[in-house]
């Protein structure tokens, strides 16, 4: 195994780097340093997640997820511990090995459940030079994946849209059940969070809300991190094409926010009955533009 070319992390100065709520530099080394526990993957051992190595006092990913990206960031900074490089690319090979036989595990789209691991094993395929991680991470189903399965390229749209991604099925719904009350979907509406929207206009369900509010920020470090370091842009997997869906969505949700407009499909429930196309209601009718506008 060749040498991670850790030359290839930023020095960003460390004057600019925040100081408020920053993580401290012994919480990057319990973070960094520390077995990552990520083969957990089940409810009961987030509640663990929480507490090893983080000292937060919920085990929702979601704040796990949250504090890792702040950690990676601050780690970026001239004023890093040699050690905490060499933890960055260990953490990655701990966790790509995690999703080979035996243990198998997967990271998909829970809300903030799965989010914020992808990063990892791909920066150390990219730091290592090994292009056969890279291209084993590519090949493995997106449905692994937080970071790919709840996000996808709409032709339609000519962007990257919040919702399931259509290939694999997860999450969807019919044109009917998703105009006609799909949010919530607790208790029991059949639908669930991460409907993309069946026309594929704009992003799923009421955009800038419900799983979208809690997927949405917590890309922000990882894909930051990833331009930063162009290696790992650049060893993303890419999907629908060549498109690394989350960078490009990254960069439209911090740009713009939520893609409500233009949505040719009115507000009221549709009674759809030839499928999922609403060409019929052109731009402009009665009630264009729901949701989040």
């Known amino acids: 195994v060749p040498p991670a070319r850790l030359d290839r992390l930023p020095r960003l100065p460390a004057a600019a780097a925040p100081t408020d709520g920053a993580p401290s530099v012994e919480k990057r080394h319990a973070v960094l340093c520390s077995v990552p526990l ?121 962007r990257v849209l919040y919702g399931a991604h259509p290939s694999n099925g997860y999450g969807q719904c019919t044109a009917a059940k998703y105009r006609d009350g799909c949010y919530p979907d607790w208790p029991g509406s059949g639908c669930n969070r991460v409907c993309a929207d069946p026309t594929g206009h704009i992003d799923g369900g009421m955009p800038g809300t419900s799983y979208q509010a809690i997927y949405s920020p917590l890309l922000r470090a990882y894909a930051l991190a990833a331009r930063l370091v162009p290696d790992v842009a650049a060893a993303w997997p890419a999907d629908d094409g060549a498109h690394r869906l989350v960078l490009e969505y990254a960069d439209r949700w911090v740009q713009h926010g939520a893609w409500a407009l233009p949505d040719p499909c009115r507000a009221t429930p549709l009674e759809l009955t030839g499928g999922d196309s609403c060409a019929d209601h052109a731009p402009g009718a009665a009630g264009a533009g729901r949701r989040g506008q």
């Open 38 to 158: 990520e083969f957990l993957n089940t409810y009961s051992a987030e509640r663990l997640q929480g507490y090893v190595n983080t000292g937060l006092s919920r085990g929702y990913y979601g704040y796990v997820s949250g504090l890792n990206g702040d950690v990676l960031l601050r780690t970026l900074f001239d004023d890093r511990p040699a050690q905490h490089a060499k933890c960055l690319v260990q953490r990655g090979i701990d966790m790509y090995h995690m999703l080979l036989p035996p243990v198998s595990t997967s990271w998909g789209a829970n809300g903030g459940h799965g989010q914020g691991r992808l990063f990892w094993p791909v920066l150390a395929a990219a730091l290592l030079e090994r292009a056969d991680w890279v291209a084993e991470l590519a090949a493995m189903p997106r449905s692994r994946f937080a970071e790919r399965v709840q996000i996808y390229y709409s032709e339609v749209a000519g």
